[in-house]
């Protein structure tokens, strides 16, 4: 269910008014009415589909149990995960591979091609397979203990406010909670949930779609702009892609969190971020943690040399951008995270020891540099992103820029100036400019309000789904 459509608020308040319908001390019957929608959900887009998340799910529901009694249990989790990867490189990443190979042998003279799927990606297969493992390698190393109720299991991997997007949840964190008595309402709960989706929903509807206007106005036709049109279009585009993936986040939060559940937190004002390294602290925090403790630790770590240490890094940023899609755009991405980080490290930039200015400016070199690696993320090819770098950095083209119709300008300020307003008060004055949460009731009231106008008056309905719903 993608939470930006109609059927989002039309079915997700009758889903809550059932789900608490049941009766608190039949927990179990709340997990498996849970099971039934999120599945029923998911198989809105391809019912077939849900036969991949099922498989996913067995697969490793079996091999995690089986690891305690087998005689050769490295081997078999080697077995359970390649199994669990299969349909991910099979959907995600066969064309990549065979138009690649096809490339390759035609540079020496061979012509030769398997036949391309046209096969549509499962939405989420990425995060609930990664969710999979993760839980899987958490059993082997004994961080986990193998859960037995397979119905149980399912749900963790299959909850629907995060399948699509995330966060990348770990089964030490929702597990329990799946299995603990639960109030029959929580209030407290319930409201501040209900904020996050509002504010999740301004961050979609009324930010990022509108930006993207924008932005898919002239990224896909770059050539015929100027610039410095180029240079707006890719600042643009890093707000779009944060609005978006960040209202996403907090949208499933805040609906896990009406449930009953607390799911991962996975944005904390990345664009605040002091070097790249500190970027990833604050962006995607739930991927970042599972690079790090199924990539980058079990590979060395910091607990090597310099030189494998930077390896490591580097290795784990490969995976990251391979993660993100079967291009080489998403690899030169995430290879340029690696080596900023590395850079970072060597110089001992990681982190900030300056006072306000130098924080700024670090904050300023930061912010460029993430956003000229998204305009690889953004353009379809190597070539394209490179050319979209060489306009912005020519002098020959003319200062003039493309400019949208007046309402829409205002109205991507408005939105932008309010997102940054936001972010800037919670990092530098928290909890000093509350607005949803004040104590007032008259300020909660009206806030909420003002935010829920925008949405309807100003949001663009009708958009595509979240971008992170295509990885």
Known sequence: MIFNSLSFIVLFPCIFLLYYAIPARYGKGRNVFLL???????MQWKPVYALILLGVTAVTFATALALKKARRPKALLTAGVLLSLLPL???????????????????????FQLPGLNWAIPLGISFFTFQALGYLWDVYYKRQPAERDFLTYALFISFFPSI???PINKASLVIPQLKAPRPQYDRARVTQGLRMVLWGMFMKVVVADRVA??????????????????LVASLL?????????GGYSLMAIGVGKTLG?????????????VSVTDFWHRWHISLSTWLKDYVYIPLGGSRCSRARNYWNIFVTFLVSGVWHGANWTFIAWGCMHGVCQIV????????????AMGKAVKIIITFLLVNFAWIFFRMPTLGDACRVIGRIFDPSLPLSIFLPTSTDLLLIV????????????????PGRCRLLDNRRVVVRWAASVLLMVMILMTGVFGADQFIYANF
């Open 237 to 245: 585009y890093t707000i779009q892609i944060y609005a978006d993936f």
């Open 213 to 230: 206007l924008y932005v898919d106005t002239v990224m896909p036709n770059y050539m015929n702009y100027t610039g410095l049109s180029c």
């Open 89 to 111: 490189a099979f959907f995600k990443y066969f064309n990549f591979f065979n138009d690649s190979v096809t490339q390759a042998l035609s540079t020496v003279g061979l012509h």
């Open 414 to 429: 408005t939105g932008v100036a309010m997102l940054l307003g936001k972010d800037l008060l919670d990092e530098f004055l």
């Open 164 to 166: 699509l997007s995330g």
């Open 261 to 273: 559940f607390e799911l991962t937190p996975n944005f904390n004002r990345p664009y605040f971020a």
């Open 344 to 355: 970072e490290k060597m110089l001992g930039q990681q982190g900030c020891r300056y006072r």
């Open 36 to 42: 039934l929608v999120s599945y029923l959900l998911y």
